[in-house]
């Protein structure tokens, strides 16, 4: 007869703890959970950036001889910044959908559909 090895109470605790440790995180991974409140999070910050650059261009706006182009064009250097501190891209945009300007340089490009 071959015996079994027999684990040590210090073994059974430790995995006993690892155990435990680990359940709150799997159902948190298997629930999605996490998953949605990352989606809601990234949500509520593009929209908070968004109003942001809302109130930038409303307020360059009221002088009376600007232009949409015309700011659009001044913002352009701190698109490209906004993008590198963010990670997410900014277009600014006319009622037409023609890309006024962008982060990435994709000016008076149609909007496509």
């Not at 002088?63 to 490209?80: C, G, H, M, N, V």
Request: aromatic content about 4%; some cysteine; hydrophobic content about 45%.
């Amino acid at each position: 007869m071959t015996t079994r090895p027999r684990l040590s109470l210090r073994a059974w605790l430790l995995l006993s703890y690892l155990l435990v440790f680990s359940l709150p995180w799997v159902a948190i991974v298997g629930s999605g959970a996490l998953d949605h409140d990352l989606r809601m999070q990234t949500r509520e910050h593009l929209t908070a950036q968004g109003h942001l650059w809302a109130l930038r261009v409303g307020a360059a706006l009221d002088d009376p001889q600007a232009t949409l182009p015309s700011i659009a064009e001044r913002l352009k250097d701190d698109l490209r910044a906004s993008r590198a501190l963010t990670l997410c891209g900014v277009q600014v945009v006319d009622t037409t959908g023609v890309v006024l300007a962008s982060d990435l340089g994709r000016e008076r490009q149609q909007p496509r559909g």
